[in-house]
């Protein structure tokens, strides 16, 4: 299946703890969206990367988050010091290069819960 | 500032009948529209786009229709299906850049 994976599903941190998701796009991505969707709120855009370049991080809180898409392997959204608060589903999703008009496929989350 | 709307939270539905789902946008520069539908504990798929060249798009039972005057975008299914039930997500974009909307729960009754 050469669709968008996301790892882990479910994490579990405390808070204070740091958590690391990834998500490896579909073959022939070079775009990569991260999104957080809230309990009972819509996606919200966090950042765009390509490959070695953040393209549009508007979305991301200025502190404690960050987040790379190397040269080889997955992407990575790291979370520092995590607090209640980020509690919440992050989606990631890809797209071609030189996008064009394509749309934007998704993985199946990472649900993270900080106790 | 949310460049794309979805004013109802939830729809429903008798099943056999129309769905018509409601989107508003703010941004000119949008030039392709797209609607995805999402399960829980699932991520969005991509159900159906526009370009802003077009007015209508059709693909089995759902139909697009974009007015770019309003700046308003529709999604209609028929005939309706339980399994339709889902959350739907209008989004838009431009150069790369991707807007959501907050969803709209349809709930089709049998």
């Known amino acids: 299946n050469a669709g968008v994976m996301q790892n882990p599903r479910h994490l579990v941190r405390r808070r204070g703890q740091e958590a690391r998701l990834r998500c490896s796009p579909m073959?022939?991505?070079?775009?990569v969206y991260w999104y957080r969707q809230l309990p009972e709120e819509g996606l919200k855009f966090m950042v765009y990367?390509?490959?070695?370049?953040?393209?549009?991080e508007s979305g991301m809180p200025k502190e404690r988050f960050s987040a790379e898409f190397p040269k080889e392997g997955p992407s990575i959204l790291r979370i520092q010091q995590v607090v209640r608060g980020d509690s919440a589903a992050y989606f990631c999703?890809?797209?071609?290069?030189?996008?064009?008009?394509?749309?934007?496929?998704f993985g199946d989350g990472t649900r993270l819960s900080i106790l | 500032d949310q460049q794309v709307k979805q004013n109802s939270p939830s729809l429903s539905v008798q099943e056999g009948r129309i769905s018509i789902l409601n989107c508003d946008y703010t941004?000119?520069?949008?030039?392709?529209f797209l609607w995805y539908k999402k399960y829980p504990a699932e991520g969005p798929t991509f159900l159906i786009s526009?370009?802003?060249?077009?007015d209508k798009n059709e693909d089995g039972r759902f139909t697009v229709f974009l007015n770019k005057s309003a700046k308003h975008l529709s999604l209609h299914i028929v005939p309706s299906q339980p399994g339709d039930s889902a959350v739907y997500f209008c989004?838009?974009?431009?150069?790369?850049?991707?807007?959501f909307g907050t969803g709209t729960s349809l709930t089709v009754i049998p």
């Open positions: 999703a890809s797209s071609p290069p030189n996008n064009g008009n394509q749309p934007q496929h």
């Open positions: 073959k022939g991505h070079s775009h």
């Open positions: 990367l390509q490959k070695e370049n953040i393209i549009d």
């Open positions: 941004n000119s520069m949008f030039d392709y």
């Open positions: 526009i370009s802003s060249i077009k």
């Open positions: 989004a838009a974009t431009y150069f790369n850049q991707f807007y």
